[in-house]
Every structure is written in C-alpha cells, then in structure tokens.
C-alpha cells in the first residue's frame, strides 16, 4: 500500500489533502503538534472510509524534534514514499513588514522552511529507498501588490528555493526522488482568517485538486504548479 505523511492535516488544506489521498487509496500518516486534534481528525477521517495508519509528532518550531520524529516515521513506516510538507505559520499579517518583530518574523521562517527542510532532509534515506516524492504546498516567490505577508511569503521564497535546488540536485546525481510545489491559490483557512474574497476555494475544493496532481502519473520534479492564481482585489 501506498504510504503518505501529510504535515498539518489536523485541520485545513492538510486535513483535505489527507482526506482526498485516502479516497483515493492512500494509508495516510497524519502529522500533527496537538495529540486531540490529531485524533480528531483521525477519528472524522475514519468515519469518511479513509484508511489513516498512525499520527505522528511533529513540531516544525523544534529542530531537535524534527530529527526524533523523522527516526520515529523511518522506524515506523519504513515503506513512507510521499511527504506532503503542508503545515506552515502566518506570521504576524496584520502589519507592514517594518513594524513586524524580528522574533516573529524568525518563528515563521523556522517553522516554514527550516523546519520543513529538516524534516525533508532527514526522510530523504527513507523516500530515496522507496522511489519517494515531496510536495511542498506554497505560495509564488514574487511580489505581489495584492498580497504581500512579508514573513509569510519571504519564509515560503526560501522553501521554493530549496524545492528548485533539491530538484536539479536529485537529477543532477540520479537519486530516485522527485520534489515539487503546489500553489493552492487563495484558500479559506484559519490561516487567513477565512478569507472568503475574490478566488477564494474552501479547502475541499483544493484537496482534491493537490490529490488529482500528485496521481496524475506524471514527473513533476522541479515544478511550481499553480492551481488558483492570486487573484487582484484592486484595494492595494
């Protein structure tokens, strides 16, 4: 069987991402901080017909804990071949970049892309033994006049910075791994406050598309693929 561990599918994008893959005959690992909210989720996944094997600790803000988890996950399932590196933070959205704290602007980036590239760095043994993949639910590197969390979107530069590197690299030294983004577009979460504007999706509608791309049996290593656009408000 088909083994994925998707961070942050507690709730949100996660949770439906977690939710499309299983219907699609995924065993699903759901990564979480909380334990409750983990077998909430679990238990309502369950309930869906969805085949969810486990939770498993993981807290993107805690380096040392990231390497424990990822000992955990490779001793646990040894046969994991997908990482859905999905769970992220805001950061502070409410203000301008120069009236944002340094030690928020630090938490975002750690749990982002540090966090996230060294849960990615040390399952890469256990996903190259398995022909393994990495999606990485982002959001475009450029500026936008529209939308422009400072943090936010400098934290998730830097992880498609990692995704376009590791992606030459896997091909460069014929490792059996494939990396790629997925930009969900506006979508409706406690991230953004459930935002509900112009080319706003609930996070069914995004769940299924990330499921539809990550089996659609193609090779999509090195690609940002951009399900929604950021859509112009005109209100900058």
């Known amino acids: 069987m088909k083994k994925v561990l998707v961070t942050g599918a507690n709730k949100g994008i996660g949770y439906e991402t977690a939710r499309h893959l299983g219907k699609a005959g995924w065993q699903v690992i759901i990564g979480a901080r909380n334990e409750q909210r983990a077998l909430d989720a679990i238990a309502k996944l369950k309930a869906d017909k969805v085949d969810v094997i486990g939770w498993q600790f993981v807290d993107l803000s805690d380096n040392d804990s990231i390497v424990r988890s990822a000992e955990e996950i490779t001793v646990k399932y040894p046969d994991l071949s997908l990482l859905v590196n999905n769970a992220g933070i805001p950061g502070d959205m409410s203000v301008p970049s120069y009236e944002q704290t340094v030690s928020d602007v630090a ?31 982002t959001v475009p590197s450029l500026f936008s006049t529209y939308w422009h969390p400072m943090a936010y979107v400098a934290s998730k530069a830097a992880q498609n910075t990692m995704t376009s590197i590791m992606a030459w690299e896997f091909d460069h030294y014929k490792k059996p791994l494939e990396i790629f983004d997925i930009h969900p577009g506006a979508t409706s979460t406690d991230l953004n406050n459930h935002y509900d504007g112009p080319g706003s999706h609930k996070p069914d509608v995004i769940g299924d598309k990330i499921e539809k791309v990550i089996d659609d049996g193609q090779r999509h290593n090195g690609e940002f693929i951009e399900l929604y656009p950021i859509v112009d408000e005109g209100n900058y």
């Open 107 to 137: 938490a975002t980036v750690q749990v982002n892309y540090i966090g996230t590239f060294c849960l990615t760095k040390h399952l890469i043994p256990l996903l190259e033994k398995n022909h393994g993949r990495i999606v990485n639910i």
